[in-house]
């Protein structure tokens, strides 16, 4: 199916354990993000890539893990997962050049 | 000063009433600005872009006073369908995409 997808949808699991979440896109979009949504924080950028094995940080990277080897793939590690982790990750996509960015319907993780 | 600051709400307002919300920024270079739209656990999506003084779509019109370093969003003849949480968004230094800053959001209730 056309547009950007997130699996898994939700996902629970416990502290200390690896966690990866997954962000395909098929529009070949250059930009990829990663967000956080948390009550309180509204929306926060975990880390972006401009293209293809070019990420970098965004506001809250300290826990997570990028990696982008294909342009329609972007997924999203936390490497030892812990409770502060709990919450709504959207992942997005913007053709370069600006414009809106399109979202993913999310991945409701929590750790427990 | 926060990056992007947005009314507080909750607003619950009746079908028919007109509404705005209001949202400032603290870089001035910034050239262009967003709102989007996010409904109760879903995925935000662009509402209206604001590029020069203001933009008009049907009920909804963005108005930018860059001298004040606000946007406002202004729904007239609300809808019950207008309820969501609207989302003030400016990019950095004055590009259109990459790290783009989100306010926390303006609950906002249109009820019978």
């Known amino acids: 199916d056309a547009g950007i997808t997130q699996s898994p949808r939700y996902k629970i699991t416990e502290t200390g354990r690896q966690v990866t979440l997954m962000c395909h896109q098929t529009?070949?979009?250059?930009?990829m993000f990663w967000y956080r949504q948390d009550l309180g924080h509204g929306l926060r950028l975990i880390y972006y890539?401009?293209?293809?094995?070019?990420?970098d940080k965004g506001e809250v990277p300290d826990g997570y893990v990028v990696s982008r080897s294909k342009t329609e793939n972007f997924p999203l590690t936390l490497e030892s997962a812990t409770r502060s982790q709990t919450s709504v990750y959207f992942c997005?996509?913007?053709?370069?050049?600006?414009?809106?960015?399109?979202f993913g319907p999310g991945t409701r993780l929590t750790v427990l | 000063r926060k990056e992007v600051e947005q009314d507080p709400g909750p607003f619950n307002v009746p079908e028919g009433a007109t509404v705005a919300f209001n949202c400032t920024y603290s870089?001035?270079?910034?050239?262009?600005f967003f709102w989007y739209r996010q409904d109760c656990r879903k995925e935000p999506k662009l509402l209206m872009s604001?590029?020069?003084s203001g933009n008009e779509d049907g009920r909804f019109t963005a108005q930018l006073n860059r001298a004040s370093q606000y946007i406002s969003l202004l729904i007239r003849d609300s809808k019950l369908s207008d309820s969501a949480t609207y989302l003030c968004?400016?990019?950095?230094?004055?590009?259109?995409?990459?790290?783009?800053?989100f306010g926390q959001g303006t609950i906002l209730t249109v009820h019978p």
């Open positions: 870089n001035s270079a910034s050239q262009s």
């Open positions: 997005a996509s913007l053709l370069a050049g600006g414009g809106e960015q399109f």
């Open positions: 529009w070949s979009h250059s930009y």
């Open positions: 890539s401009a293209a293809a094995d070019i990420t």
């Open positions: 968004v400016v990019p950095p230094s004055g590009t259109s995409y990459g790290k783009l800053t």
């Open positions: 604001v590029y020069s």
